[in-house]
Structures are given as C-alpha cells and as structure tokens.
C-alpha cells in the first residue's frame, strides 16, 4: 500500500490567482496521476506526472493551466493557474500498486474559486 | 467512443438485502477491472480488482463479476449495512502505464 499526504486540505481563493497543490507519497513511484473531481461528477485524469520528464496532459488539460512538477520519485505538484469559479473542484493525486494495479488517493484538496 | 456507464440514479435498498450495482463499458479492452468506494469529501478508496481472466472474485461480505463478452462487471454486497452507504465507482485500466479511468459511480443508500 501507499500513503499519500496532500496539502493542502481545503482553500479558497480569489480569481485569477493560482494555487499550487502539493503530495508526497510514502514510497518511490514512477508516475503519480492529477485527478479533478467536479461537484457531484466521479474522477477525471488531468495528467500523469513521471519523473524526469514532462507530464502528459488528456485531453481537454493543458499544461499553461495545469503546470506539474516532479522533482522526485516521492513528491508532485499540481499549479491551477489563473483560477476561474469553473476550476472549483476537488483535486486529487493518486499512485498505483506495483504489486497488485490498485490505486490509493490523497485525501483531496476541495478548491473553491470566488 | 470509449464509455464507462454506471447507474447514475442512487440506489436504495433496506438493511440486510443485497445490493448489486452495475458497471458497462464500450470500446475498452482492459486487462483488469476495479471498484472503488467514496465517501462524501475523501478520496476513494480501493475494494478489489478483478482480471480479465477470472468471472468472479469475493472479498467478505462483496462479490464482483466480469463478462467481457457482455462488457459488463456486476458488484454485489451481500447483508448490506448502513455503514455501506457511499458512493461505488468502477475503474478500467486504459493506456499501456495502468492510467485508471473512472465511472461517474452510483450512490448507495442502506436504510434500516
């Protein structure tokens, strides 16, 4: 299993700022996965982050919006930038098992935009 | 399109019965399938995973099901309880890394 601690917890914020995420992950991973949750809707994958390297954004993410970085096999971050009320959301960071394909999840950062 | 469908109407049932939630996909050929609980605020949490080459995997009190012919998982809790009130959502593997892609999940209400 994997521990992730995510910060921060909750946070308001003003439009047109920006708000960086933070997780750090108890054990060495290849890629964490950026999760978006909107009210009411299930998870959608904003991008994979590898160490190393460049994140890879899905579609409709891009990556002036969403800036990662991963600056070890242990840690990411998550910039949401130039926030508008549409980027309130829960946000999420997630690793995979190496031994058995489950995901475990950061408890959520529940971002409100005003 | 790849799609995975859940019900997205809650369901409700009493205290005891068995709940069975369903979970369909198209254009998806995933080596393994997941189910996920959420509650309200947290993240979700894994409840087990099924590979493409087994019909059926039991954890306690929850049996999951996986045709791939019918593109279908079945997710069953047996002797539910209040306590299983959440939301469950199903998770298919896409893309050669495990990226996990979610349903949008269906709400369970156990009433006593």
């Known amino acids: 299993s994997a521990v992730i601690s995510q910060k921060p917890s909750r946070d308001i914020c003003q439009r047109g700022t920006s708000l960086t995420i933070q997780c750090q992950v108890d054990?060495?991973?290849?890629?964490m996965f950026w999760y978006r949750q909107q009210p009411g809707q299930s998870l959608t994958l904003i991008a994979t982050a590898n160490q190393g390297s460049e994140a890879t954004y899905e579609s409709g993410f891009v990556i002036d919006k969403f800036p990662i970085s991963r600056p070890n096999l242990t840690f990411s971050t998550l910039t949401v930038s130039n926030m508008s009320p549409e980027d309130s959301s829960i946000y999420l960071c997630?690793?995979?098992?190496?031994?058995?394909?489950?995901?475990?999840f950061g408890q959520g950062t529940r971002l409100t935009v005003v | 399109s790849q799609k995975i469908e859940q019900n997205s109407e809650a369901l409700n049932i009493q205290e005891g019965k068995t709940a069975t939630l369903t979970c369909n996909y198209t254009?998806?050929?995933?080596?393994?399938l997941q189910w996920y609980r959420q509650d309200p605020g947290r993240g979700p949490v894994f409840l087990l995973l099924i590979r493409e080459n087994e019909k059926e995997k039991r954890k306690e009190r929850l049996k999951v099901t996986f045709d791939t012919t019918l593109k279908q998982s079945l997710f069953h809790i047996t002797a539910s309880q209040p306590a299983d009130s959440a939301t469950y959502l199903c998770?298919?593997?896409?893309?050669?890394?495990?990226?996990?892609?979610f349903g949008a999940g269906t709400r369970l209400a156990v009433h006593p």
């Open positions: 054990s060495q991973v290849t890629m």
């Open positions: 997630s690793v995979i098992s190496r031994e058995g394909g489950e995901a475990f």
């Open positions: 254009n998806y050929s995933p080596a393994y």
């Open positions: 998770a298919l593997t896409s893309g050669g890394y495990n990226k996990l892609i």
